[in-house]
């Protein structure tokens, strides 16, 4: 097990680039490839090309662009989640916060900023892989501080959630969700397996309607 936590001999995580800008994927793509455990499969400038891509080569994540021509991120992360075909990391800016709402409500696992560090870059493409998903908290103060202006209504930001519906330990899990903890901090911190851990999230996502885990840390800290 490496300081990152994962397994020795597990399959690299397959990453495709979606970004307009050839230099942005090619500083990416090295970035990437220096990882002995993440492997760049492909590339795409354009979200149709992302998305066609997606379908021929199934990676594990796709690191999607917000703005690009034709079919954007936001529509291509749609059809993408929509058809299972792999788990969506956004890059985006202080400045779009429009695309920001939008790449949430197409279910995009992971949110990050463009600034991040090749450090934080590589820990949320693998977070976002493992199926814990990666919130840049710089992002999800600006989701959170839009919606408390009235710059979108909360059911922009997230959908309405019915907490009646969870048990006790449900809500629990939600409640570290909004931490930002991984399945194995969460099974860590509620003394259970990874394996429950990750089937109460699963249950708790099922239960207040929404797409990922992003979503359902956003309720929990909308609702404190």
Sequence with gaps: MDRDGNAAGRAPVRVL???DHAAVRAGLRMVLEAAPDVSVVGEAADG???VTNARALRPDVVLMDVRMPGIDGIEATRQVVGEGLAQVLVL????LDDAVFGALRAGAAGFLLKSATPEEL????RRVAAGDGALAPEVVRRVLDAAVAGRREPDDVVVDANLDQLTEREREVLAALGRGLSNAQIAADLVITE???KTHVSRVLAKLGVASRV???LI???LG
């Design 220 to 222: 929990a800290q909308r």
């Design 215 to 217: 979503q359902a840390a």
């Design 17 to 19: 680039l979606a970004d």
């Design 195 to 197: 394996a429950t851990a």
């Design 122 to 125: 590589l820990t949320a493409v």
């Design 48 to 50: 149709a090309t992302a």
């Design 92 to 95: 985006t800016t202080f400045d």
